[in-house]
């Protein structure tokens, strides 16, 4: 499904969900908590930046921001993770989860906006989940 013309999504990749360090670990300084590969060290707060910068002339400029960018099935810029081991394996020292995620469709009910059914109502088969096979880029240069 297509987002909606208001809004966008990026997919910013090689990035995990804060700012990685040097040199390269398992274990975040932060907290202690471990990870199956070292964490990565990928600073992503200039291309936070240039997508709120985007976003502000979006809305007191009406400049449209870049078209979405994230991995599909549907122009293969995503697989299925089952695809991905191979990759994985082929890497010294990286392993491969032996149960990846996956992603169950949920039935919200008519009026999910206001949680007035149970979300957790299942409404059929698991989707297949899927991974990004190639970086898709957002494109043009950072606003300064």
Not at 18 to 31: F, Q, R
Not at 47 to 63: I, K, N, P, Q, T
Not at 79 to 108: K, N, S, Y
């Amino acid at each position: 499904m297509a987002p909606a013309a208001s809004s966008r999504f990026y997919h910013f990749a090689g990035a995990q969900h804060s700012a990685g360090t040097l040199p390269l670990t398992d274990t975040n300084p932060v907290d202690g908590a471990r990870g199956q590969q070292a964490l990565n060290s990928v600073d992503y707060n200039p291309l936070l930046r240039a997508a709120l910068v985007r976003m502000d002339r979006w809305v007191s400029d009406a400049e449209e921001p870049p078209p979405s960018r994230y991995p599909r099935l549907a122009d293969a810029t995503a697989v299925e993770p089952r695809q991905l081991r191979g990759v994985f394996t082929a890497i010294p020292g990286v392993g491969f989860p032996a149960h990846p995620p996956q992603v169950m469709r949920l039935d919200f009910g008519p009026d999910a906006a206001t949680a007035s059914s149970n979300p957790w109502r299942r409404a059929g088969m698991c989707q297949r989940s899927s991974s990004p096979t190639r970086r898709p880029s957002i494109g043009g240069a950072m606003p300064r």
